[in-house]
């Protein structure tokens, strides 16, 4: 990481990275309150230390100690910030993702959809390709799922968060999505990160069920190389000896990963759980313990959905939810703010 003298020129900074890209390796730029950074990926054997320190404007040279290094706080020690739907990810405000398990059908999206608006939420989620445990569950509606998800965005303004299951699909599903879900079970699916790492949709990536926080942050650091800032990192449950939930939420890695990392920290109580009766609770836990948003399963017929439906708040459910999660937010000086319809 080449640290910039804090007096350093526009011309220094780019003379600094045309250096580093002329020898073959990656740059990126980050521009903190204090100071700005050059970090350097690729073979660092193309490049000496004393040298990069002899260009103007460099204050000095550090080798970033964490594995994971454009993600880890050592690079860049404010919090990322970006937009979906006018809310601010990764500052003081609290964003709400909730939607079905599932795209099931027209009907039960849009209705689906406006009850998220009604109660508060900021984004919409529904599963259009499914990683499902078995080949015989229900697979997902696949591209028509994605018509009906980009027509309740049209329709109610909300940003769409869906799932790309391979590097494939990218493209089809950034045509239709504000973010891309990366699923648990792919988290790992080092080609899958390279692709959304490439695109210029916002990413969520779900951290496996049986992945370290530091195995996580890995992963983020493949869609960060490619270019890709936009990250949101989600805790939803590891698979541990209790059997009372489907998963146990890793509380702790909440803290964890915020000291670790400036990306912003997501938490899904729905498959942390795995039951709608844990979800508030656990909700309000997330908030408490520092997440900056939540992501839930909702159902208008919970009793009826094709996947997850044990764990599927109601309308009603997820409304109560939101309130009791804006008392959290503000007894520790955050906010959940009120829906924008602007998309940025
Ligand atoms: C989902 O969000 O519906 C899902 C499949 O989540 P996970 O990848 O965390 O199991
Ligand atoms: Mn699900």
Known sequence: ???????????????????????????????????????????????????????????????????????????????TEFNING???????????AGPCSVESREQLLETAHAVREAGGHALRGGAFKPRTSPYAFQGMGEAGLEILAEARQITGLPIVTEV????????????????????????NYNLLHAVGQTERAVLLKRGMSATAEELLMASEYVLSN??????????????????????????????????????????????????????????????????????????????????????MRPEQFADMVRQVKAIAEAIGRTVPEHKREIA
């Open 1 to 79: 990481m080449i640290v910039m003298r804090t007096n350093a020129t526009e011309e220094e900074i780019a003379g600094a990275i045309s250096y580093v890209e002329n020898r073959g390796l990656r740059a990126h730029l980050s521009r903190g309150a204090e100071r700005t950074v050059i970090g350097i990926v690729g073979d660092i054997r193309r490049v000496q230390k004393e040298a990069i320190e002899t260009l103007p404007g460099v204050d000095h040279v550090v080798r970033i100690s964490r594995p994971y290094k454009l993600a880890s706080r050592e690079f860049q020690p404010d919090n």
């Open 87 to 97: 809310v601010r990810v990764g500052s003081n405000q609290i964003l709400i993702i």
């Open 227 to 312: 270019g890709n800032r936009r990250v949101i990192l989600c805790e939803r449950g590891i698979r541990t000896f209790e059997t009372a939930t489907r998963n146990t939420t890793d509380i702790n890695a909440v803290p964890v990963l915020k000291s670790q990392t400036h990306l912003p920290v997501f938490l899904d109580p729905s498959h942390s759980t795995g039951k709608t009766e844990y979800v508030t609770a656990i909700a309000r836990a997330a908030v408490a313990a520092g997440a900056d948003g939540l992501i839930v399963e909702i159902h208008p017929h919970p009793e009826d959905a094709v996947s997850d439906g044990a764990q599927s």
């Open 165 to 188: 299951m391979a590097p494939e699909q990218v493209p089809l599903v950034a045509k239709h999505a504000d973010v891309l879900q990366i699923g648990a079970r792919n988290m790992q």
